[in-house]
């Protein structure tokens, strides 16, 4: 099987149920984001971090293809596609927890950066608002479970707090805004 099919050399693109769309369209900004942010926490997975971070960065990477296949769909269809759920939240919300609660008080902005762990939660953080800015952007001309946007809202709090976790871990001091 050729990987190439030439049917996007135009500009346009197919969603998952085949309707045809422009590559700049709303929805692929919104998935490719997404898929961006995959991508990311694949390169700091791949970093030497502790294995239960790798397992939880794991589940999070498959949650974003769900995110980025319900994205991928216009109109009707009958596609069994995996969705958010409040579980999923809940679930992002408790690592959140977890991962805060030996972590000093913060007292000011921290400036990204530390170690190239800690630097790469910052991406993924930063991307992850950004796909959640596009999402908000579709959801306000089609319709888009309002589950996305908070997942997405979540996540980039456990980029940052996974950030601080990880400095906190290797003895690193975070660096804070002077103002």
Known sequence: ?????????????????????SKFDDRITAYGSTDELNSFIGLLISNDIKESHKKDMFEIQNKLFHIGSVLAIRGNHKLKIPEITEE????????????NKDLPPIKSFIIPGGNQETAYCHVCRTVCRRAERE??????????????IQYLNRLS???FVLSRALSFESGIEEKTYKY
Not at 88 to 99: G, Q, T, V, Y
Not at 135 to 148: G, I, M, W, Y
């Open 135 to 148: 999402v908000v952007k579709l959801a306000s001309n089609e319709f888009v479970d309002v589950l996305l």
């Open 88 to 99: 999923d939240i809940l679930s992002i919300e408790k690592k959140i927890d977890i991962l």
């Open 1 to 21: 099987m050729k990987i190439y099919t030439k049917t996007g050399d135009k500009g346009k693109t197919s969603l998952l149920n085949g309707v045809r769309v």
């Open 157 to 159: 709090d456990y980029f």
